[in-house]
Nanobody, 126 residues
Framework: QVQLVESGGGLVQTGGSLRLSCAAS????????MGWFRQAPGKERDFVAS????????YYTDSVKGRFTVSRDNAKNTVYLQMNSLKPEDTAVYYCAASRDVFSAATMTSAPYNYWGQGTQVTVSS
């Protein structure tokens, strides 16, 4: 069982930055592929980024490439999402998720993920 707790959300102006953190419980964090998803009001939950257990492989959705960076610190059982050059369309609840599956293109969908956090709100004002 893995419990995930996101933090770092908030209100920021267009062009600003935020760093989200996702702290995981459990001793086997470094065996999990981790992902970030977001859900805007009235919309479905969408993939943002994923990272392999070692941190050496990542995927991003096209709309955040060059602006967002996913990373992890296995010693701290934490995964991060650094968000720069934020836009109003980035406004959403952001969720982290953990998957026991091997890192692959499938981690760009919600299907492989076994555990989800409760989410943290990110609001970007124009």
């Amino acid at each position: 069982q893995v419990q995930l707790v996101e933090s770092g959300g908030g209100l920021v102006q267009t062009g600003g930055s935020l760093r989200l953190s996702c702290a995981a419980s459990g001793r086997t964090f470094n065996r999990y592929t981790m992902g970030w998803f977001r859900q805007a009001p009235g919309k479905e939950r969408d993939f943002v980024a994923s990272i392999s257990w070692s941190g050496s492989n990542t995927y991003y959705t096209d709309s955040v490439k060059g602006r967002f960076t996913v990373s992890r610190d296995n010693a701290k059982n934490t995964v991060y999402l650094q968000m720069n050059s934020l836009k109003p369309e980035d406004t959403a609840v952001y969720y982290c998720a953990a998957s026991r599956d091997v890192f692959s293109a499938a981690t760009m969908t919600s299907a492989p993920y076994n555990y989800w956090g409760q989410g943290t709100q990110v609001t970007v004002s124009s």
